[in-house]
């Protein structure tokens, strides 16, 4: 079973930035795209970002275009997502995703999921 990990959160002020990790345990284990989504108390899981694992190709949710990046390093077999400019309303916790299909912005596009990383912004 492949188990995805995610590092890196923690209080941060407005403005200020995080890196978030999240290393996949099996690096032979079959996904076209890795994800991130957040979760905020109360509210449904939202798409973040995403990127196809092999060209590296990227797409972001319109709310963090601009100020988050995601990258992947295959040798490590871990992905990233650099958060900058960071506001109290991206506070939620963070979750990587992989799956073995080609659609990228549903909870239910993704095989895998991580436990989640806590990120909280203050203002």
């Known amino acids: 079973q492949v188990q995805l990990v995610e590092s890196g959160g923690g209080l941060v002020q407005a403005g200020g930035s995080l890196r978030l990790s999240c290393a996949a345990s099996?690096?032979?284990?079959?996904?076209?795209?890795m994800g991130w989504f957040r979760q905020a108390p109360g509210l449904e899981r939202e798409f973040v970002g995403a990127i196809s694992w092999i060209i590296g190709r990227t797409s972001y949710a319109d709310s963090v275009k601009g100020r988050f990046t995601i990258s992947r390093d295959n040798a490590k077999n871990t992905l990233y997502l650099q958060m900058t400019l960071l506001k109290p309303e991206d506070t939620a916790v963070y979750y990587c995703?992989?799956?073995?299909?080609?659609?990228?912005?549903?909870?239910?596009?993704?095989?895998?999921w991580g436990q989640g990383t806590q990120v909280t912004v203050s203002s």
């Open positions: 099996e690096r032979t284990f079959s996904r076209s795209v």
């Open positions: 995703a992989a799956s073995r299909g080609l659609a990228i912005k549903n909870t239910t596009d993704y095989d895998y």
